[in-house]
């Protein structure tokens, strides 16, 4: 992960990357956040993971030691309404 990120917080980075380098007016809302979403998953050499989302709502599954579940992803924006 870049400059010693953990996984999550590197996942919101490469959102917060992709919505700055998002230009093109057909892609963005009336507050210029992308229409689209993207789901960024990360894992380290030690098991260690997250995952982050542009909107909010966002889950990925794990498996691990402690059994199967489900974990919220970090978002950028969180989604009207």
Same mark, same amino acid.
């Given at each position: 992960?870049?400059?010693?990120?953990?996984?999550?917080?590197?996942?919101?980075?490469?959102?917060?990357? !992709?919505?700055?380098?998002? =230009?093109?007016?057909?892609?963005?809302?009336?507050?210029? %956040?992308?229409?689209?979403?993207?789901?960024? /998953?990360?894992?380290?050499?030690?098991?260690?993971?997250?995952?982050?989302? !542009?909107?909010?709502?966002? =889950?990925?599954?794990?498996?691990?030691?402690?059994?199967? %579940?489900?974990?919220?992803?970090?978002?950028? /924006?969180?989604?009207?309404?």
């Amino acid at each position: 992960m870049r400059r010693g990120a953990a996984p999550a917080e590197a996942a919101l980075e490469s959102c917060r990357r !992709i919505a700055a380098r998002t =230009k093109e007016v057909r892609l963005l809302d009336g507050k210029g %956040r992308p229409r689209f979403n993207v789901k960024v /998953y990360c894992l380290d050499p030690d098991g260690s993971h997250g995952a982050a989302s !542009i909107w909010s709502g966002g =889950k990925y599954a794990v498996c691990d030691a402690k059994g199967t %579940r489900l974990e919220p992803a970090l978002f950028l /924006y969180k989604r009207p309404g």
